[in-house]
């Protein structure tokens, strides 16, 4: 018997590493600084999280495994890795004021959201389950403290323990599918995997894994605690829940599916393909009854992983580029959605109902015409990132034969425009709610929105580029 | 003579109370220990099939899952204690402010 030492290449998992100690260095920083200097390590983080994306851009075209396959640096991994921290560098802009305004403004905070950051960084770059499962964890246990974090509020305690059940609970499920796919193959490694004979152990495996990932996307019917945590939790974290773990959550299911189960897409696309369209209807037509945004945005954002979904139903490289491209449109105009709602509080109030936005094109013009393109593109209207996401998504389920599932995700379209309009003709039509000021927007917050905003208009407008990083980057 | 059949089917047994324990149980605390049970039935089933495949990656994995099940059981218990220290209760079902 013989001890080899696995090939370290570092290089491969620099960003993993960067917003790691980044974490660890925030973390000791709360020790060392007094409550009016917490701002600073708000800072600290963004620039973790900035040398981290220089980081990435280094990995793009390296092609190349490191420590016994685990990770695997390809241009999918680095291109979700750059949206993951995108999504994170807004959500720490949006969070400097308002976790001042909600008192929890901490050193832990920023740390916690590096720590999560950490985990989806290297589940979007594992190519073993076991690693895919680390990250899940890594990525889930910050988040479910950050959901309770509002400790002196019920709501957000309540959501915390929400989401911790129902997230321990289905890693099990996704534990237990790994287990009877190391016994079906004698490997955990995708593309080894991959290479081994079908077996029904396999298949009822790969169920159980598809359940661990529907919980963290949020697929029906593994979809209810989203609303309640989404509703719970403080704003800026239910924003950077919604966007980055999906675009991680999604990275490793696009990647474990097609690089180590293509042998069995005969069964799991038809599982998929009804999955998407219960998802997509059952999460817009419970958004038209939702009077509480965030709700509202929680089943919108269910309904966009239903979206996702038929991408990857399409598969083939068509399929893989749209649903990246979609994921960092869908980040963009979420984390913008949700930065008109941050934007918008006064203190610890939030406008939370849709009646709250009644006259607000008045008080604040810019603003309000802010929201309305965010909504607009989470709808799919033209020239916005979210149509041209929806557009690349069905073009590709067309192209491979899922012109049905098209059309549904079309019709989908079509229901959700009312309910994302709602808050926009309360704003250009209704008259001011008695009992709110005109919003004060913070510096940090609205440089957060621009950005938001140039990316969804630049997107929308000039696709191709961001189409063609997207393609063809699924390394086997 | 105890084969890995028998082993994966004790597995799957535990598994199956675990989840059903989390489903009707209606305490935090208990249905935790159901989710703890569920990962040690994975634990199980990979020493059973580590073993069957003479291969020792299985048992490697153990460890980690053990490890990732202690962090959880940190988390998890600090978030009940915190909630206890609000509501002076901890039953889920009287934890329904959110819904709709």
């Known amino acids: ?476 | 003579m105890l084969t890995v059949n028998h082993l994966i089917f004790l597995s799957a047994i535990l598994f199956s109370i675990g989840a059903v324990g989390v489903l009707v149980r209606r305490n935090p605390l208990i249905m935790f220990m159901s989710i703890e049970l569920m990962l040690n039935a994975v634990n199980l089933a990979f020493v059973a099939f580590a073993r069957y495949l003479q291969n020792l990656d299985g048992q490697v994995f153990v460890f980690l899952i053990l490890t990732v099940a202690a962090a959880e059981v940190a988390v998890g218990l600090a978030i009940i204690v915190a909630l206890f220290r609000q509501r002076e209760t901890i039953d889920v079902d009287e934890a329904s402010i959110l819904k709709g």
């Not at chain 1, 909600?102 to 590096?114: N, S």
């Not at chain 1, 984390?335 to 406008?351: C, H």
């Not at chain 1, 008045?362 to 929201?371: T, V």
Request: hydrophobic share 60%; proline share 4%; net charge neutral.
């Open chain 1, 1 to 476: 018997m013989s001890l080899s030492v696995p090939d370290l290449n570092l290089r491969i998992i620099a960003p993993v590493l960067i917003v790691a100690i980044s974490a660890l260095v925030v973390l000791l920083g709360e020790l060392v600084t007094s409550s009016a200097q917490k701002r600073g390590l708000g800072y600290a983080s963004l620039v973790g999280l900035l040398a981290a994306g220089g980081a990435a851009m280094g990995l793009w075209d390296a092609h190349a495994v490191a420590f016994r396959e685990m990770v695997r640096a390809d241009n999918f991994g680095v291109f979700l890795t750059l949206t993951i921290l995108a999504g994170a560098v807004l959500c720490i802009l949006l969070s400097f004021d308002f976790t001042r305004a909600h008192r929890i403004e901490t050193g832990e905070y920023y740390a916690l959201i590096l720590f999560s950051v950490t985990g989806m960084l290297l589940m979007v770059t594992a190519a073993d389950l076991i690693i895919i499962f680390l990250a899940l964890e890594l990525l889930s246990l910050p988040l479910y403290i950050l959901a309770a974090f509002k400790r002196e509020d019920e709501r957000s305690l309540e959501a915390g323990l929400k989401y911790f059940l129902l997230g321990a609970f289905s890693s099990a499920f996704f534990l237990y599918g790994i287990a009877l796919v190391y016994g079906a193959t004698g490997t955990t490694n995708l593309a080894r995997i991959a290479a081994s004979a079908p077996s029904e152990m396999l298949l009822i495996g790969a169920g159980l894994l598809l359940v661990g990932f529907a919980f963290k996307v949020a697929l029906v019917p593994f979809h209810w605690w989203t609303p309640d945590v989404y509703e719970g939790a403080p704003t800026t974290i239910t924003a950077f829940m919604s966007v980055a773990v999906k675009a991680a959550a999604f990275g490793a299911f696009l990647r474990a599916f097609l690089v180590a189960l293509p042998a069995l897409a005969m069964d799991w696309r038809v599982v998929l393909a009804i999955i998407a369209v219960l998802t997509m209807t059952l999460g817009n037509v419970a958004a038209l009854l939702q009077a509480n945004i965030k709700r509202m945005l929680a089943y919108s954002s269910i309904a966009h992983a239903g979206y996702i979904l038929i991408a990857l139903v399409a598969m083939g490289g068509a399929g893989v580029s749209a649903a990246l491209f979609y994921l960092l449109a869908y980040t963009l105009t979420n984390l913008g959605a949700f930065g008109a709602v941050i934007a918008l509080g006064e203190g610890e109030r939030e406008r939370l109902n849709v009646s709250d936005y009644g006259g607000l094109a008045r008080m604040q013009p810019l603003l309000a015409a802010m929201l309305t393109v965010f909504m607009l593109s989470l709808a799919g209207f033209p020239p916005f990132a979210g149509f041209v996401g929806k557009f690349l998504i069905f073009g590709a389920a067309v192209q491979n034969g899922w012109a049905w599932l098209a059309v549904v995700g079309v019709l989908n379209s079509l229901v959700s425009v009312y309910f994302y309009l709602r808050p926009v003709v309360a704003m250009y039509m209704s008259e001011p709610v008695e009992g709110w000021g005109a919003p004060r927007v913070a510096p940090l917050v609205a440089l957060a929105l621009v950005l938001a905003l140039i990316g969804v208009i630049a997107l929308g407008v000039f696709p191709a580029p961001a189409i063609a990083l997207a393609a063809g980057g699924l390394g086997r």
